[in-house]
């Protein structure tokens, strides 16, 4: 079993005979091959995720030494990493009789129940495992954190990860999975500080540069991940998940132009990856190139026509130019993939509301409104379908309702006092007209968008310039 299973340095010994089992069957010829040649052979492959191979190699190395027990728990190992814990369980079901000593068979056979989803009767193998395990305590708690990483179970992870740091406080691999476990427990200062740990002792693990970049993200601390991108990226020129989220992050902080470039760099490494395709669509939308966009987002749907996003930007690329009715068709192609998708729905009520099929629309909004009651932006373009049609009273209806969820905003409360006043009834109006006046002079221009200059009055004109002169 592999301490360490995130680490990818092995010695030239452990190299050498990789290359000469490869070349052996390669070329179908046989060599000798010790035991503890073999266990470094399926070890590699392991710590490789490469199970296919690591299976291989056990089933050839049982072949030749079928009464190691080290092989054995190598394949039971690789029976719970292929997701087989039964067949795992009833291979060391065999042999803990024979060798009932050996802490491995517990070790192995709580990671197996684990998986099974008994996680107390894995505790209490783990039990046993530890109080055999003697001078190899580290080892066997830290397999033990793996074992309950591995069913997202981080605070019982972090605990034996803990343990293990207590006892090889020099042993800085454990900092990785104790920064992991603080990200997936949302305790993401922790996790950076253990990252940061792990890097001063390896500054060179791409790796973990990438992963800080991560939790960085997460913090909404873009800055600090692209230069943790960044430093992936230099110590690997080839990571192209470094490459697509630093494009990403480009794109979070409105850095369009660099992170197409760099979308077009992960495309040197990946170069049929619609999601890039899409998400350079995605830039040059905002950068209102929108013939480049739609390049873009045909492109992705190219090698991906089940990709949602891109049907949806194409949709958003033809609703600017005006083609509503085949927006319409690709937004729904999007919600076909996607039907739950609120920014979809809410793309396509729009659509339907530009085309005057206000049914439609009408029928969308009020699903969305009730998905979202937050949105106010949402809640006005439902208003303002009615607004468009003279139907101040049904407009004036959904934006009291909207309040109701949105009491402070500024915008609900000046398209309500348009609604009264362009209803005549100039009372109500003016009395909430002032209310919003009052509260956020600042944000008046939300009551012209609706009230044209044409419709003011005079009680009007001097309420809202009492205000500015304030």
């Known amino acids: 079993m592999s301490y360490r299973r995130d680490s990818f340095w092995y010695d030239d010994e452990v190299l050498n005979s990789v290359n000469r089992y490869e070349d052996m069957l390669k070329n179908h010829t046989r060599c000798f091959f010790d035991v503890h040649e073999f266990e470094d052979i399926i070890d590699f492959y392991l710590d490789s995720e490469n199970f296919t191979q690591a299976a291989v190699a056990a089933d050839y190395a049982a072949h030749i030494y079928p009464l190691a027990l080290s092989i054995q728990l190598r394949m039971a190992e690789i029976l719970i990493d292929k997701g087989q814990p039964v067949k795992a369980l009833n291979l060391l079901n065999k042999l803990e009789h024979l060798e009932s000593g050996e802490y491995g068979v517990y070790l192995l056979r709580g990671a197996a129940l ?25 080892e066997v708690l830290y397999n033990i954190g793996i074992s309950f990483e591995r069913i997202n179970q981080h605070k019982v992870a972090l605990k034996y990860f803990m343990k293990v740091y207590a006892i090889e406080p020099e042993n800085y691999y454990v900092f990785y999975d104790l920064a992991y476990c603080y990200e997936r427990l949302d305790d993401l200062d922790q996790s950076i500080a253990y990252y940061r740990r792990y890097l001063d002792e390896d500054p060179f693990s791409e790796h973990v540069w990438y992963n800080l970049g991560i939790v960085y993200n997460k913090k909404d601390d873009n800055g600090k991940a692209l230069e943790a991108y960044d430093f992936a990226i230099a110590i690997d020129q080839s990571y192209s998940s470094a490459h697509f989220n630093k494009a990403n992050t480009l794109s979070l902080l409105e850095r369009y132009r660099e992170a197409i470039d760099t979308y077009s760099d992960f495309l040197e490494i990946e170069p049929d990856n619609a999601a890039a395709y899409c998400y350079i669509g995605e830039c040059y939308e905002r950068l209102e190139e929108c013939h480049l966009a739609k390049i873009h987002y045909l492109k992705s749907l190219s090698l991906d026509d089940r990709f949602a996003d891109a049907w949806f930007g194409l949709g958003m690329v033809r609703s600017q130019a005006g083609s509503y009715e085949e927006a319409a068709k690709d937004i729904l192609r999007a919600l076909a993939l996607d039907k739950d998708n609120t920014e979809y729905l809410f793309a396509l009520a729009s659509a339907y509301a530009n085309m005057q099929q206000y049914e439609k629309a009408v029928a969308l909004f009020k699903k969305l409104v009730q998905l979202i009651t937050g949105d106010v932006y949402m809640w006005d373009c439902f208003a303002q379908i009615y607004a468009k049609q003279g139907a101040f009273t049904e407009a004036r209806k959904i934006i009291t309702e909207a309040l109701h969820f949105n009491p402070d905003s500024a915008l609900l409360r000046y398209r309500l006092a348009a609604y009264y006043l362009l209803n005549d009834e100039q009372l109500q109006g003016l009395t909430i007209l002032e209310e919003a006046l009052n509260a956020n002079p600042e944000e008046s221009d939300c009551f012209f968008d609706v009230f044209e200059a044409g419709d003011m009055e005079y009680e009007v004109m001097a309420l809202v310039n009492k205000y500015r002169k304030k």
Not at 114 to 136: C, H, L, T, Y
């Open 114 to 138: 684990n998986m099974m989803g008994k996680p107390r009767e894995a505790q209490r193998q783990f039990v046993k495992a530890i109080s055999m395990a003697d001078e190899n305590k580290a």
